[in-house]
């Protein structure tokens, strides 16, 4: 393939995303072939260079851009990542990054520019599906993670206001901007801080909202009892929804904070404790029959192990026994039921 023979219409079209069936196809076999990355290269930088040119101001304002780069990233569906001609398009990408970005901001500047203030009123969200964490950054430059059947969203001038809404837990890493508080808004509560690092769950299906401070400073307030908390590092608070009251303690944070890193973490934990984070760790519903669960306690972490490995574990360990109820049953509102998981204290 030379230089002449490539259809570079096909690919200007590829990009501006008003392409044919048949010009992704000849796109994938352009992207996979390696003999044609120079002349693919070719092509592009000078489209790139042609618009910087003729259409890019200096002083145009290119924030929006940001955003739509944080929705794509953060949003991008699992199937698209694991198709063969995007792994092979993103790897042959980083080869010539560091002299096509700045053209291809400009480029996408041209195209989006005129929907900006569009795009800062609307909403991006972020979802992370059952069994699965997804690791975030937010438009300014705060990271953190997604933890399983959870979803966040904020509006697209969100590095002017710093307001999200979570369902589900997250871990946060705040970048520090004096100026403009950050701010995490569930049903029950909403957590305000300027820089700091810190893990919120706030599942709609639990009794109780848990916050636990990792670092720095932040403050809790209660939409429903305009009750108001300000917590320290290694904090643990618990807002109960029933009652409306906020209750706390000091805790090794970094158990709290562990499935950020796939391990699930249990030091000297209550079997009600217990259940509910393994509910939330394999999207499964857990339930207890007996009493003097406060006696029952765990030391473990479990790194990988998949749920029957860790029932057996908890049976061998615990004073308790287990039966497993098959979910997977359509129900009125044509969602699917989970798993069942049922603990039954032993008799001693």
């Given at each position: 393939?030379?230089?002449?023979?490539?259809?570079?219409?096909?690919?200007?079209?590829?990009?501006?995303?008003?392409?044919?069936?048949?010009?992704?196809?000849?796109?994938?076999k352009?992207?996979?072939?390696?003999?044609?990355?120079?002349?693919?290269?070719?092509?592009?930088?000078?489209?790139?260079?042609?618009?910087?040119?003729?259409?890019?101001k200096p002083?145009?304002?290119?924030d929006?851009?940001?955003?739509?780069?944080?929705?794509?990233l953060?949003?991008?569906?699992?199937?698209?990542?694991?198709?063969?001609?995007?792994?092979?398009?993103?790897?042959?990408?980083?080869?010539?990054?560091?002299?096509?970005?700045?053209?291809?901001?400009?480029w996408?500047?041209?195209?989006?520019?005129?929907?900006?203030?569009?795009?800062?009123?609307?909403?991006?969200?972020?979802?992370?599906?059952?069994?699965?964490?997804?690791?975030?950054?937010?438009?300014?430059?705060?990271?953190?993670?997604?933890?399983?059947s959870?979803?966040?969203?904020?509006?697209?001038?969100?590095?002017n206001?710093?307001?999200?809404?979570?369902?589900?837990?997250?871990?946060?890493?705040?970048?520090?901007?004096?100026?403009?508080?950050?701010?995490?808004?569930?049903?029950?509560?909403?957590?305000t801080?300027s820089?700091?690092?810190?893990?919120?769950?706030?599942?709609?299906?639990?009794?109780?909202?848990?916050?636990?401070?990792?670092?720095?400073?932040?403050?809790?307030?209660?939409?429903?009892?305009?009750?108001?908390?300000?917590?320290?590092?290694?904090?643990?608070?618990?807002?109960?929804?029933?009652?409306?009251?906020?209750?706390?303690?000091?805790?090794?944070?970094?158990?709290?904070?562990?499935w950020?890193?796939?391990?699930?973490?249990?030091?000297?934990?209550?079997?009600?404790?217990?259940?509910?984070?393994?509910?939330?760790?394999?999207?499964?519903?857990?339930?207890?029959?007996g009493?003097?669960?406060?006696?029952?306690?765990?030391?473990?972490?479990?790194?990988?192990?998949?749920?029957?490995?860790?029932?057996?574990?908890?049976?061998?360990?615990?004073?308790?026994?287990?039966?497993?109820?098959?979910?997977?049953?359509?129900?009125?509102?044509?969602?699917?039921?989970?798993?069942?998981?049922?603990?039954?204290?032993?008799k001693?």
């Amino acid at each position: 393939m030379t230089i002449n023979s490539l259809d570079s219409e096909k690919v200007y079209r590829f990009f501006k995303g008003d392409h044919s069936s048949e010009d992704y196809e000849y796109l994938k076999k352009v992207f996979c072939d390696n003999a044609s990355e120079n002349e693919l290269k070719y092509h592009l930088k000078k489209h790139w260079y042609e618009l910087l040119k003729e259409n890019i101001k200096p002083d145009k304002n290119l924030d929006h851009i940001l955003y739509r780069i944080h929705y794509e990233l953060n949003t991008e569906k699992p199937e698209f990542r694991k198709d063969r001609f995007f792994k092979k398009f993103v790897k042959w990408s980083v080869r010539i990054a560091a002299i096509l970005f700045i053209p291809l901001l400009a480029w996408t500047g041209i195209l989006f520019n005129k929907d900006s203030n569009k795009s800062k009123n609307s909403w991006i969200e972020i979802k992370a599906p059952a069994f699965s964490r997804v690791q975030f950054s937010l438009p300014d430059g705060s990271t953190g993670w997604l933890n399983s059947s959870s979803s966040l969203r904020y509006k697209g001038d969100f590095i002017n206001n710093r307001s999200l809404t979570l369902s589900g837990e997250a871990f946060f890493d705040v970048r520090e901007i004096t100026k403009i508080p950050f701010v995490v808004n569930t049903n029950q509560i909403n957590v305000t801080v300027s820089g700091t690092r810190f893990n919120i769950a706030s599942y709609e299906n639990e009794n109780s909202v848990e916050v636990v401070l990792e670092e720095g400073q932040l403050v809790l307030n209660s939409n429903e009892s305009n009750k108001s908390y300000t917590m320290s590092a290694n904090d643990l608070v618990v807002y109960d929804k029933t009652i409306k009251e906020f209750s706390t303690k000091v805790v090794q944070s970094q158990k709290y904070l562990s499935w950020t890193e796939g391990k699930l973490v249990f030091r000297n934990d209550p079997l009600d404790v217990i259940a509910r984070r393994l509910g939330r760790w394999y999207n499964v519903d857990v339930e207890i029959n007996g009493d003097h669960l406060e006696n029952v306690r765990l030391r473990a972490t479990f790194v990988d192990e998949n749920l029957e490995e860790v029932l057996y574990f908890l049976k061998c360990s615990l004073p308790i026994d287990y039966k497993t109820m098959a979910g997977g049953l359509m129900v009125d509102d044509e969602t699917y039921t989970k798993k069942k998981i049922i603990f039954t204290m032993k008799k001693i």
